[in-house]
């Protein structure tokens, strides 16, 4: 199968990779995925508990070329989102950037599933914290 | 001598044809293109010598005792198709159960699964985890309503070689017909269809330095006489087995690249090990938790299949595909998004199955090919671990069985 030029980048330098440690103020951590279906997505946000923004975003895959784009092109886009706007990234915007073809699709709905994950776990973390910094 | 990229070490997709093989053909594209089966004149008499010096060539090649037991077809699956739909049509009133394993290739396993839906019966045996058959295993699969055994030769993913031979003695025992699928053996190791007892044997071209689009069926004549229902009907060429006519060039090819197999197999067989035996050594001697799959020792010369734990086979072979040509479990089954069966089938778990590369080697890769394979396959596998999350929680010391995962 052939690559879109876009996998490829994000495949040859992919944005991004690394950890947080979990208990960071701020973290949200979404593991996705499942090694005996060949596709592991570990997604983490930090969000700046003042200002409300995602301002950083690191990814680790365990998949094909297009799950490693997927996600690395997740981390990107989630900089400088809100909580609120990054719930709103789709898995088709992914597959629309990353030209994924049809049996690829599966890489872009894993990596909505992973922002989701880690947004969700971020708001059950740091969601009361971020609230008192938006009531002062 | 300095490298050409890109690398080619998929040799069990597919060869290159042999320089010797094409000077071999081409007089039968031009000036020699009769027809075999035409029996009056000059041009019909050149083809049909042609195509029997062929049929002697690779008659030789598997120790047949007459070259009129090779049947020629387009290929390994049409072969494949003739042996097993052939025998399961003209000896259903004998009995409609087969024998076959797990491993087959997927045009033995696909035609089985055709054959189920016709009202036969099929049992799969099972392989251990080094890829042998067990041949007790197959003793209990019989019934008295068996008529064909079906195991393959050498495993095309991981190359395990069966033990045919034992395979042979139970199938005259019980005096059922025994069919191998050698496409992978051909050319490659001993093969001997008087010596191991088989019957039908499947074979092709591309995988022997040949040209693509020609294999052959053996089909043995005496001791037993096997009777085939063809697959094509018309006017009754080869033995009636299989009608059309012969492509004369590609099967003048097929006979010269089996000439030129058997004469070079004792030095090319060792050549070949030893380079496999390289790739392998400089791999594992550099990654952690990288497993062999398939047998240590009863193996093809030119296979290797390792698996990488923590790492995704298509996403390394991503890493690897603009040099060097590889292969993640088998051509045919690459385009789903489905684990190797084979390596499932040795019970590795799922994720080892998605895990696995397998590297082919042929007749002209060197040891500079080799030891830039190695190292970029480190290379490639050292990145990708580092970015893989399973990597990092195996590291922290965390079991990923215990993980409850969320299978989509």
């Not at chain 2, 084979?342 to 998605?354: D, K, Q, R």
Request: charged share 25%; aromatic share 6%; net charge neutral.
């Amino acid at each position: 199968m052939a690559y879109s030029e876009k996998v490829v980048d994000h495949y040859n330098n992919p944005r991004n990779v690394g950890s947080f440690t979990k208990d960071t103020p701020g973290v949200g951590t979404g593991l996705v995925g499942a090694p005996e279906c060949g596709d592991v997505m570990k997604l983490q946000i930090k969000v700046n508990l003042e200002t409300g923004l995602i301002e950083d975003a690191k990814f680790k895959t365990f998949g094909c070329g297009s799950a490693i784009a997927s996600s690395s092109l997740a981390t990107e886009w989630l900089k400088g989102k809100t909580v609120d706007e990054a719930a709103k990234i789709k898995n088709t915007d992914i597959v629309n950037e990353l030209k994924l073809p049809p049996v690829k699709i599966h890489c872009s709905v894993l990596a909505e599933d992973a922002i989701k994950a880690a947004l969700s776990d971020y708001k059950e973390k740091w969601a009361s914290a971020n609230a008192a910094a938006d009531s002062k | 001598m300095a490298l050409k990229f890109p690398i080619f070490m998929d040799a069990q997709s597919t060869t290159p044809v042999d320089p010797r093989v094409v000077d071999a053909m081409l007089p039968y594209f031009t000036e020699k293109f009769g027809h075999p089966a035409s029996r009056n004149h000059p041009f019909g008499w050149e083809a049909e010598a042609a195509v029997d010096a062929a049929r002697g060539q690779i008659a030789k090649l598997i120790g047949a005792r007459d070259p009129k037991e090779l049947v020629f077809t387009s290929g390994g699956t049409e072969s494949i198709n003739l042996a097993i739909k052939g025998v399961a049509e003209m000896y259903r009133e004998k009995g409609t159960h087969i024998v076959t394993t797990v491993i087959e290739q997927r045009a033995g396993l696909d035609v089985c699964r055709r054959l189920e839906r016709q009202g036969f019966e099929v049992s799969y045996v099972p392989v251990q985890p080094d890829g042998l058959v067990d041949v007790e295993a197959i003793r209990k699969a019989l019934t008295d309503k068996t008529i064909l055994i079906s195991v393959m030769f050498a495993n095309n993913e991981i190359g395990t070689i069966q033990d045919v031979a034992a395979v042979g003695r139970l199938a005259k025992e019980k005096g059922i017909l025994f069919h191998t699928d050698a496409t992978q053996s051909l050319g490659k190791i001993p093969v001997d269809v008087e010596g191991m007892g088989i019957d039908l044997l499947s074979c092709t071209s591309h995988l022997i330095y040949g040209p693509k689009g020609v294999g052959a069926l053996y089909v043995r004549r005496k001791a037993p006489r096997v009777r085939l229902a063809p697959l094509l009907d018309g006017g009754g060429h080869e033995r009636g087995m299989r009608s059309g006519t012969l492509p004369v060039p590609l099967v003048v090819g097929f006979g010269r690249a089996a000439e030129l197999c058997g004469e070079a197999m004792p030095e090319e067989r060792t050549r070949l090990a030893g380079l496999r035996d390289r790739l392998q050594d400089a791999i594992l001697s550099k990654v952690d938790e990288a497993f062999l799959n398939g047998h240590p020792e009863r193996r093809l010369p030119h296979n290797l299949n390792i698996s990488f734990a923590y790492v995704e086979g298509e996403s390394l072979l991503m890493g690897l595909n603009k040099e060097t040509a590889l292969s993640s479990g088998s051509a045919c089954t690459s385009s789903t998004l489905e684990p190797s069966y084979v390596i499932a089938a040795l019970g590795a778990s799922a994720e080892l199955a998605h895990s696995s590369i397998r590297f082919s080697l042929h007749r002209f890769n060197t040891a500079e090919e080799i030891d830039y394979v190695a190292k970029r396959t480190i290379e490639v596998v050292t990145r990708l671990r580092d970015m893989s999350p399973l990597y990092e929680l195996a590291k922290e010391g965390v079991d990923i069985k215990s993980i409850q995962w969320k299978a989509e």
